[in-house]
């Protein structure tokens, strides 16, 4: 079982539309939570971290984390073209300083 | 530096050649990370350093793969007699890992080698 797992997508919105990306995390442990944006082609680079139940919003983005069952997502209000990424989930082990990544969301956001 | 810088960007070896990629992570990054990121994959962890001691390298795929950080930054990840299953991006990231949940605990990515393997 891999430590973070997504749903690779694809996912389409229309522009001005949420979108909602998840992930799940085995390590019951973990106690943080990252959201990574790559463009084809490029290295990731963040969006967010979290580490405490709840929401927390920057900007158009939100991330969500329910560690009772641990689940993180990443909600994208009034999506654009330029969000048009693949969106990578990661945590740290609880044990050592490691990240985990998930596989990535690809979305498209359709003009 | 600025960024963490990789070198070479792209790199083409012949099936059985050697292979040296190098990391320079953001200057004073204390923690310092290698990945393979597969085609339409998310990267997979290979090793990490806490300056120059490496704490874990469970994700060496082989015994081919070896990676050093003697003076505890720069960074290189060889790869010996090379296959066609080690055609990958191979990404480095650093972070200054000061205190687990801050801010300043999260990975910098740079660009990545792009190793293609015939």
């Known amino acids: 079982q891999k430590e973070v797992e997504q749903n690779s997508g694809p996912l389409s919105v229309p522009e001005g539309a949420i979108a909602s990306l998840n992930c799940t995390y085995s390590?019951?442990?973990?106690?943080?939570f990252f959201w990574y944006r790559q463009y084809s082609g490029k290295s990731p680079e963040l969006i967010m971290f979290i580490y405490s139940n709840g929401d927390k919003e920057d900007g158009r983005f939100t991330a969500q984390l329910n560690k009772a069952s641990q689940y993180v997502s990443l909600l994208i209000r009034d999506s654009q073209p330029s969000d048009s990424a693949t969106y990578l989930c990661?945590?740290?082990?609880?044990?050592?300083?490691?990240?985990?990544f998930g596989t990535g969301t690809s979305l498209t956001v359709i003009p | 530096g600025a960024g963490v810088s990789q070198s070479p960007r792209y790199k083409v070896a012949k099936r059985g050649q050697d292979v040296a990629l190098r990391c320079d992570p953001i200057?004073?990054?204390?923690?310092l990370f290698w990945y393979q990121q597969a085609l339409g994959q998310g990267p997979e962890f290979l090793t990490y350093f806490q300056n120059e001691a490496q704490l874990d390298k469970s994700g060496l795929p082989s015994d081919r793969f070896f990676a050093e950080r003697p003076e505890g930054s720069v960074s290189t990840l060889k790869i010996q007699r090379t296959q066609q299953e080690d055609s990958a991006v191979y990404l480095c990231a650093s972070s200054l890992a000061r205190g687990r949940n801050s801010g300043a605990n999260v990975l910098t990515f740079g660009a990545g080698s792009r190793l293609t393997v015939l």
């Open positions: 200057s004073g990054h204390v923690s």
């Open positions: 990661a945590s740290r082990r609880s044990t050592g300083n490691q990240f985990y």
């Open positions: 390590d019951r442990g973990s106690q943080s």
